[in-house]
Every structure is written in structure tokens, then in C-alpha cells.
């Protein structure tokens, strides 16, 4: 397995090995020792899997309370996946990094996304459909739930939109303005 730093500290690219023959391919996408021994959690407590469609945009994710860490993977698909940094105490507080995660059909570098408890998070489908798997660190609690606005201002984010008109869920086109968010303590 292959970790890859990215610009955003603690935030990882996970490539599993993938071994093919005629008859197909295979992959260890998680092993509790190879995942400890990079540093990685090795305790997920939840998976959560969405089919979406071409131009579908959700996000930008978040609990307080309790935080979750997400392992991303592109089942099948393409999408473009941000990561952005909330952690006051963070050099990189405020700064957004950006990943094409693709699915197997795609590409043969099976990548995952590790993203840290502290960040928030949010993809753009960019393929006709995407099926997005996420393993949490901690479970869904709706009390916590957060959003940013995707389209925020001040961060600023380059969404890939040529030729896509976003589609965002009623709660996410009214999410907060990042200057205005109830961000996770220090």
C-alpha cells in the first residue's frame, strides 16, 4: 500500500496494490496493520455509500461534537473531491486541496482519499454517475451536522464547471458562509 502526502497536512492518498491477470484484478483496500503502521486509524465505526448523478455537488461536510475521519474511495466513477481544513490551530486553516478520485473502470491506481477529523468535506460528480463508499471514524450524529456553502467566497474554491450545472440538496445551498461557521474547538 502506497501513502501519498498531499498540500494539506494530514491529509493522505491511499493506493492499494492492485494484482491482475485475463482473469481480472484484486486489492487489499484496507488491512488494520498496514493502515496503523502509516499512521492511519484503524477503528472505522461506520460505511455510507451514495449513487449520484452527473453535476451532483455535496457538501462542504462536517460534525462537531463528534468529529468524523472519512477513507473516500470512487467505487465506480469519477468525482472531484475537496478537503478543506478547518483546525483553528492548523498552518493550513482556511486552505482547500482538491482530488480526482476515479473508480477501477477508470483507472488503475484504486486511490482513497484520508480525510481528518477537523476538515470539511465535499465532491462534484463529473462522471455521467459516481458510487462514492466512506468509511467514519466516529458515527453520524445529526445534532453536530455542519455545512459550508459550497460556492463560500472566501474560500473560493475552483469547482470544475464547464459544461456542469450543480445540483445541491435544499441543506447544502443554504449552508454557512465560511467566515460565519461554528468551526470545531482547538
Sequence with gaps: MKIIETALRDVKLVEPRRFGDDRGWFAEFYNRQAFAGAGLPTDFVQDNQ???ARG???GLHYQLGKPQGKLVRALRGHIWDVAVDLRKDSPDFGKWAAFDLKGPELTEASQMLWIPEGFAHGFLVVSETADVLYKT???YHPAGERCIVWNDATLAITWPL???????SGKDAVGTAFLEADLPPV
Design 56 to 58: 451532483v455537488l455535496r
Design 137 to 139: 471514524t466516529d458515527l
Design 162 to 168: 464547464e459544461g456542469i450545472t450543480p445540483l445541491v
Design 50 to 52: 451514495s449513487h449520484s
